[in-house]
């Protein structure tokens, strides 16, 4: 599995549209296996999706993301853990134990409604 966390000086760069770096982190029996940073080379908002898609990436890690990147994400097939904060690689150590601390409401930030049991939006699921 590869995970790519929005990255600025070792922490979780906190808006997915304006980040220049992406640390990806490729996991094997649930342990970080290897690790690098890639530049955006200017590519912002929904073209990082496409971006993510070429380095095979199948989960992020940001902070704040708007609905249209949320979906652009969904539709690349990646999972996402918005509203994430601190030091990159335990944010990905956290995710991989199960503890990651994320706010789910981040990723369905462009509906306009409370989360119900079972309330699924739309190509993702929303974590409680």
């Known amino acids: 599995m590869k995970i790519a966390v929005t990255y600025e000086n070792g922490q979780v760069y906190q808006h997915f549209g304006h ?29 990082l999706a496409g971006f993510l ?41 956290a995710l991989i134990a199960g503890t990651l601390e994320y706010n789910p409401d981040v ?3 462009h509906h306009e409604h409370d989360h119900g049991e079972g309330h699924s939006c739309g190509n993702h699921s929303c974590h409680h």
Not at 28 to 37: G, L, Q
Request: aromatic fraction near 6%.
């Open 53 to 93: 898609k070429n380095y095979g990436v199948d989960v992020l890690i940001c902070g704040g993301i708007g609905g249209g990147a949320q979906s652009a994400l969904a539709e690349a097939g990646i999972k996402l853990y918005g509203g994430a904060s601190g030091e990159a690689d335990k944010a990905v150590e």
């Open 19 to 47: 980040t220049e770096k992406f640390k990806i982190y490729e996991v094997e029996d649930r342990k970080i296996a290897n690790s690098y940073v890639v530049n955006t080379d200017g590519n912002g908002h929904g073209a």
């Open 107 to 109: 990723k369905c930030n």
